[in-house]
């Protein structure tokens, strides 16, 4: 089984690197550059992204470059997707209200 992905996202420097690797590939050391971070802090970040399955790592010579496997992270939107009715009715009863208030012409 693998790892909860909603725990491998909790931490700031991993959505870092999730975001960054939209764009596109990356080796270690460009994302290890991006997080101002030591170089096995950042690879603990790595290590937690891909053993949740959200980036893979391929090896290239010395490098290792990360690519993102965004499938996982359905999960998280299958279960933000819960809310947006809420949000939803909460802005339209906010427009409504800034709607009351405006001054008529």
Excluded at 16 to 29: M, N
Excluded at 36 to 57: C, F, K, M, W
Aim: aromatic share 6%; net charge negative; no cysteine.
């Amino acid at each position: 089984m693998l790892p909860d992905v909603f725990a491998a996202v909790s931490n700031p420097a991993r959505r870092v690197i999730l975001d960054e690797l939209r764009q596109g590939s990356r080796t270690a050391g460009e994302l290890t550059g991006l997080l101002d971070l030591s170089r096995p802090a950042a690879s603990e970040h790595l290590a937690v992204l891909r053993d949740a399955g959200l980036v893979r790592e391929e090896r290239q010579g010395r490098n290792r470059v990360y690519h993102l496997q965004p499938a996982r992270l359905a999960e998280i939107g299958g279960w933000v997707k819960h809310f947006e009715h809420y949000w939803n009715q909460r802005l339209d009863a906010l427009a409504d209200l800034l709607d009351e208030e405006k001054p008529n012409d």
